[in-house]
């Protein structure tokens, strides 16, 4: 069993950063892929950012050249820093984890971009 905990989220203006946290219970990002998922109001949970064991990260089309997923496994902790925040950024973040086929979710952190 897994327990991620997000932070970080809250209110920044337009072209604004933020680092959000995802720790875990135990060191699960070092043995398996860890992702960051958002979800606006009204809309689907969307993938952003997967980080596999490896350390290879992929992002989704409108984040590209704006945020950034890392990973420190010493703090059992995975990352996404964003920067030149936009409006459309607004949504919930949330951790992501899959290990022995089981999905593992954190309760998520708001962001919200608004001048």
């Known amino acids: 069993q897994v327990q991620l905990v997000e932070s970080g989220g809250g209110l920044v203006q337009p072209g604004g950063s933020l680092r959000l946290s995802c720790t875990a219970s135990w060191s699960v990002f070092s043995i398996a892929s860890g992702s960051w998922h958002r979800q606006a109001p009204g809309k689907e949970r969307e993938l952003v950012a997967v980080?596999?064991?490896?350390?290879?990260?992929t992002y989704e089309d409108s984040v590209k050249g704006r945020f950034t997923i890392s990973k420190d496994n010493a703090k059992k902790t995975l990352y996404l820093e964003m920067s030149s925040l936009k409006p459309e950024d607004t949504a919930v973040y949330y951790c992501?984890?899959?290990?022995?086929?089981?999905?593992?979710w954190g309760q998520g952190t708001p962001v919200t971009v608004s001048a």
């Open positions: 980080l596999d064991s490896g350390g290879y990260a």
């Open positions: 992501y984890a899959r290990y022995n086929n089981l999905n593992y």
